[in-house]
């Protein structure tokens, strides 16, 4: 079995302290954490409350896999990074997560993603790129030709919903040198969305594993093994059902490990 993480988004009403136990006492292994500018109200990991987290991980025995989430903007971004990284890399964490939104420039983003890479390994974290839907840098083809225009050490995040929203499928997966994917999001949802609902799906809208239409047992049985896979399924409806974190923890511990035979079926 592969370790299992918990994506903070998954809890976005959720301080990062209680993500941390709540992903402790459903079993999961690692979590991500978000140390750029928050998002949603008390989900990012600050000055504040870093104390809390540092003990909810020690108390757990959690790990940190990644923390979210950096665009490659700007040199001047890149810059405004760094004390999110070393709050990150002071938690434990591996990895950070790069994302190319709203940069149209694809030579400067070339560039950026070096640079960032680079920023990332002066505070010991390495580097994923994650292709996402709704940005500029929209699939793994464009993640993976991206990162070797760049020349860097970095790997790619997985995420089903945006692979599924660029017409993807798990022979576009195959298709990927399996030792760039490092980092595989699963979620779930209809395989068509209204256009105007689009944008905001990724963050209040995505279903459990196997709760949708989504290819899951293939996409999984097409991801390389030696990858972390997390759950990344926020939303909005299950929150404001009245559902606690723990709750929603343990749900998705549970439809994740229901998919994961698929990594079994494809070793054989």
């Not at 991500?32 to 000055?47: K, Q």
């Not at 790129?129 to 993640?143: F, M, N, Q």
Request: proline letters at 7%; hydrophobic letters at 45%; aromatic letters at 4%.
């Amino acid at each position: 079995m592969p370790q299992l993480s918990l994506d903070c988004l998954t809890l976005t009403d959720t301080p990062p302290d209680q993500l941390v136990r709540a992903a402790g006492a459903a079993g999961f292994d690692l979590v991500s954490l978000w140390t750029g500018i928050p998002i949603f109200p008390h989900h990012g990991v600050t000055a504040d409350n870093r104390d809390a987290v540092a003990r909810a991980l020690a108390e757990t025995g959690v790990g940190v896999h990644t923390i979210e989430v950096f665009d490659l903007v700007s040199e001047e971004a890149l810059e405004s990074y760094r004390p999110a990284l070393q709050l990150g890399a002071e938690l434990g964490a591996r990895s950070a997560t790069t994302i190319n939104f709203a940069n149209p420039d694809r030579d400067d983003v070339v560039r950026l993603l070096h640079r960032f890479a680079a920023i990332a390994e002066s505070y010991g974290l390495a580097t994923s790129l994650e292709p996402i839907s709704v940005g500029h840098t929209r699939t793994l083809k464009d993640a993976a030709h991206l990162i070797a225009d760049a020349g860097a050490k970095v790997g790619i995040t997985f995420d089903f919903l945006h692979l599924v929203r660029t017409g993807g499928s798990a022979e576009d997966v195959r298709a990927i040198d399996p030792a760039l994917i490092r980092y595989v999001q699963v979620c779930d949802g209809p395989l068509e969305v209204a256009p105007e609902l689009a944008p905001a799906e990724g963050t209040v809208a995505r279903l459990l594993p196997g709760a949708g239409e989504f290819p899951v047992s293939a996409l999984i049985a097409a991801s390389p093994t030696h990858a972390i896979f997390a759950a990344e399924c926020p939303d909005l409806a299950r929150m404001q059902s009245g559902a606690t974190p723990g709750q929603r923890a343990l749900e998705a511990m549970q439809a994740l490990r229901s998919v994961l035979p698929a990594i079994n079926h494809a070793e054989a």
